[in-house]
């Protein structure tokens, strides 16, 4: 398996020897012959300052409005449906080569994410600050088990580890430019790359693939980092900690602390082995501060992403360990005035568990912001948009857990097929748009070549090939996570609606669909401008009829409808003002 203990034990033990020993090239002609190179402390953002922040929670206690990531995909909007061999621009001619864009940035700022397709070919070439001579160009092989690779170890992941799709996580940062260009002739060539944009009056050091000795060792230290379980970074921490026994349909407070301070780990050890059924009713909830409702409202088993709990299981936020039968969370939760966390046990039956937690008394900004965490659970009909997270309010996207399962259909799983979409400040057009569910999840190909896999930042944790075909998959977002400055709307499409529409089903198919989002916000006090071209639909044949919280999605107002024969009312409105309706007849002969 990938993304097993033995082969995180066996990266961290081969990265300490060759971040120790090798350098990406040949010596800088200031350390040969010179023994150690020493590590320096400078001002500025360089590589290593990067590395170091893909481990770092604390940063997103407080919002920093200069920031914006940028997506750039092969599903570009003037192409759509197109979600692949879709470049930016015209191609370049250079060196008798053509090379199509990728993306093309000014600067400030640093590549935090760059995926590739399974089957990608050709040659990468990354240009950075105007410079006549690019700094990086090799072919997608080599970029994903060469030199590069052997420095950032499971920073970058080729195919053959991931069973599904190629991803890197290596920071990329420049200071005035960055365009990111590929020659390969596939069609079929699919990308993802996410770039965070810094403020202009940002100091940043321009990436070098011969990396120095303050950048090797902040690899050595991300790696032992994100391979240390937290149950095992905390064991010599001392912790507070209380037994519970919560009888049925009891809710007990097992936090209540007082700020300014954070909550950096919490761990519940059960007294039986937890099973999904009884964590399933164990209700979490958290509350910050003045905040009236609370900012954490899932089960447990949700907040721990639906995991089935069959196998010791280590994330950069979350975890579980199986022998000990103890789940564990490292996401560091801010506050200023108060945390009170409890844990209603639904179960008909008590439960017995010892919890244990971590609290750091540190500064606290008075507008800081909080871990949120909902999940939801809905239908979906396939062909379809459906909203997952409406949030107004300033702060960063964490992370998403999503759980499907399908009606029996051809493709399996073709659920994954379906892009996500995010709106971010009330924009009209989505900046983030996605090549299929299973790309963003950092897989290819609906998952069907992919065994389980699982890493600390992206994995599946679930399969099944019943049915139609069902997926447990998880991603976090650190260095990627994406900034939000008043509002943020992820919608997702239940498969490919284009694809759905020439495949030969005649009735609706249905997908049952479980998720939790994780972000960190602070909500918005009053009117937040709003103007997504994102509107809530509700075919029916009551004129009516007026569109809900349930209702699919259309992202704009011109739109075709395949219905039976009939007369229909199309009741539409948009996605933040349900009031809005407009409803438009049709007949259908």
Same mark, same amino acid.
Request: hydrophobic share 35%; charged share 20%; with cysteine.
């Given at each position: 398996?990938?993304?097993d203990?033995?082969? /995180?034990?066996?990266?961290?033990?081969?990265?300490?020897? *060759?971040?120790?020993?090798? !350098?990406c090239?040949?010596?800088?002609?200031?350390?040969?012959?010179?023994? /150690?190179?020493?590590?320096?402390?400078?001002?500025?953002? +360089?590589?290593a300052?990067?590395?170091?922040?893909m481990?770092?929670?604390?940063?997103?206690?407080?919002?920093?409005?200069?920031q914006?990531?940028?997506?750039?995909? #092969?599903?570009?909007?003037?192409?759509?449906p197109?979600?692949?061999?879709?470049?930016?621009?015209?191609?370049l001619?250079?060196?008798?080569?053509?090379?199509?864009v990728?993306?093309?940035?000014?600067?400030p700022?640093?590549?935090?994410?760059?995926?590739?397709s399974?089957?990608?070919?050709?040659?990468?070439?990354?240009?950075?600050?105007?410079?006549?001579?690019?700094?990086?160009?090799?072919?997608? /092989?080599?970029?994903?088990?060469?030199?590069?690779?052997?420095?950032a170890?499971?920073f970058?992941?080729?195919? #053959?580890?991931?069973g599904?799709?190629?991803?890197?996580?290596?920071?990329?940062?420049?200071?005035?430019?960055?365009?990111?260009?590929?020659?390969?002739t596939?069609?079929?060539?699919?990308?993802?790359?996410?770039?965070?944009?810094?403020?202009?009056?940002e100091? *940043?050091?321009?990436f070098?693939?011969l990396? +120095?000795?303050r950048?090797?060792?902040?690899?050595?230290?991300?790696?032992?980092?994100?391979?240390?379980p937290?149950?095992?970074?905390?064991?010599?921490?001392e912790?507070?900690?209380?037994?519970?026994?919560?009888?049925?349909?009891?809710?007990?407070?097992?936090?209540?602390f007082?700020?300014?301070?954070?909550i950096?780990?919490?761990?519940f050890?059960?007294?039986?082995?937890?099973?999904?059924e *009884?964590? $399933?009713?164990?209700?979490?909830?958290?509350?910050?501060?003045?905040?009236?409702?609370?900012?954490?409202?899932?089960?447990?088993?949700?907040?721990?992403?639906?995991?089935?709990?069959?196998?010791?299981?280590n994330?950069?936020?979350?975890?579980?360990?199986r022998?000990?039968?103890?789940?564990?969370?490292?996401?560091?939760?801010?506050?200023?005035?108060n945390?009170?966390?409890?844990l209603?046990?639904? $179960?008909?039956?008590?439960?017995?568990?010892?919890f244990?937690?971590?609290v750091?008394?540190?500064?606290?900004?008075?507008?800081?912001?909080?871990?949120?965490?909902?999940?939801?659970?809905?239908?979906f009909?396939v062909?379809?948009?459906?909203?997952?997270?409406? @949030?107004?309010g300033?702060?960063?996207?964490?992370? =998403? $857990?999503?759980?499907?399962?399908?009606?029996?259909?051809?493709?399996?799983?073709?659920f994954?097929?379906?892009?996500e979409?995010?709106?971010?400040?009330?924009?009209?057009?989505?900046? =983030?748009?996605?090549?299929g569910? +299973?790309?963003?999840?950092?897989?290819?190909?609906?998952?069907?070549?992919?065994?389980?896999?699982? @890493?600390?930042?992206?994995?599946?944790?679930?399969?099944?090939?019943?049915?139609?075909?069902?997926?447990?998959?998880y991603?976090?977002?650190?260095?990627?996570?994406?900034?939000?400055?008043t509002?943020?709307?992820?919608?997702?499409?239940?498969?490919?609606?284009?694809?759905?529409? #020439?495949?030969?089903?005649?009735?609706?198919?249905?997908?049952?669909n479980?998720?939790?989002?994780?972000?960190?916000?602070?909500?918005?006090?009053?009117i937040?401008?709003?103007?997504?071209?994102l509107?809530?639909?509700?075919p029916?044949?009551?004129?009516?009829? *007026?569109? +809900?919280?349930?209702s699919?999605?259309?992202?704009?107002?011109?739109?075709?409808?395949?219905?039976?024969?009939?007369?229909?009312?199309?009741?539409? !409105?948009?996605?933040?003002?349900?009031?809005r309706?407009?409803?438009?007849?049709?007949?259908?002969?």
């Open positions: 398996m990938p993304g203990g033995g082969l /995180a034990r066996g990266w961290l033990l081969t990265l300490l020897v *060759v971040l120790s020993c090798v !350098a090239g040949s010596p800088t002609p200031e350390t040969e012959g010179e023994g /150690a190179e020493p590590v320096l402390e400078f001002k500025g953002q +360089d590589t300052y990067f590395v170091k922040r481990t770092d929670w604390t940063r997103f206690s407080r919002a920093d409005a200069s914006r990531l940028v997506m750039r995909s #092969s599903h570009h909007p003037a192409h759509e197109q979600d692949a061999g879709v470049f930016w621009g015209d191609p001619i250079q060196d008798g080569h053509e090379w199509h990728m993306l093309d940035e000014k600067g700022g640093c590549i935090t994410r760059l995926w590739l399974s089957g990608a070919q050709g040659r990468l070439r990354f240009e950075f600050d105007n410079e006549i001579r690019p700094r990086l160009e090799m072919s997608v /092989a080599e970029f994903f088990s060469g030199s590069l690779k052997e420095a170890g499971p970058i992941l080729s195919v #053959s580890e991931t599904s799709g190629h991803v890197s996580y290596m920071p990329m940062p420049f200071q005035t430019r960055c365009r990111v260009m590929t020659d390969t596939q069609p079929d060539f699919k990308y993802q790359i996410n770039a965070l944009i810094l403020a202009p009056t100091e *940043v050091h321009t070098t693939p990396f +120095d000795a950048t090797r060792k902040a690899f050595v230290e991300a790696v032992t980092q994100i391979h240390t937290g149950y095992q970074r905390f064991q010599s921490v912790k507070q900690e209380r037994r519970y026994t919560l009888h049925p349909h009891q809710t007990e407070m097992l936090l209540n007082p700020g300014p301070a954070a950096d780990y919490l761990e050890q059960f007294a039986e082995e937890p099973v999904t *009884v964590l $399933n009713n164990l209700e979490l909830t958290l509350y910050w501060d003045h905040l009236n409702y609370p900012s954490v409202l899932c089960s447990l088993i949700d907040f721990f992403c639906g995991n089935r709990l069959q196998d010791d299981w994330t950069l936020p979350l975890g579980y360990q022998a000990q039968k103890k789940l564990y969370c490292q996401f560091y939760m801010p506050f200023y005035d945390a009170r966390l409890n209603k046990n639904k $179960n008909e039956k008590p439960i017995s568990l010892t244990r937690y971590h750091k008394l540190v500064d606290v900004p008075r507008d800081t912001l909080y871990l949120h965490a909902r999940s939801r659970q809905r239908v009909n062909g379809l948009l459906y909203p997952v997270l409406e @949030y107004e300033s702060g960063y996207f964490a992370g =998403w $857990n999503m759980i499907s399962l399908a009606e029996p259909m051809e493709p399996k799983s073709f994954l097929e379906g892009d979409y995010f709106y971010i400040n009330g924009e009209a057009e989505p900046s =983030w748009n996605g090549t569910l +299973d790309n963003y999840f950092n897989g290819d190909d609906r998952l069907e070549h992919a065994a389980r896999f699982q @890493y600390p930042l992206f994995g599946c944790i679930g399969r099944t090939e019943s049915a139609g075909g069902g997926f447990n998959c991603r976090f977002h650190l260095l990627d996570a994406i900034p939000f400055h509002s943020l709307v992820l919608a997702q499409e239940a498969g490919c609606p284009i694809q759905f529409a #020439s495949l030969p089903v005649e009735r609706p198919v249905r997908t049952t479980k998720w939790t989002c994780f972000w960190y916000g602070r909500p918005a006090t009053g937040v401008p709003r103007g997504e071209n509107y809530y639909c509700n029916t044949q009551d004129p009516q009829g *007026v569109p +809900d919280e349930n699919p999605l259309l992202q704009s107002e011109s739109f075709q409808i395949k219905l039976p024969k009939g007369t229909w009312w199309i009741h539409v !409105a948009p996605i933040w003002d349900l009031t309706v407009q409803s438009i007849q049709k007949v259908v002969e």
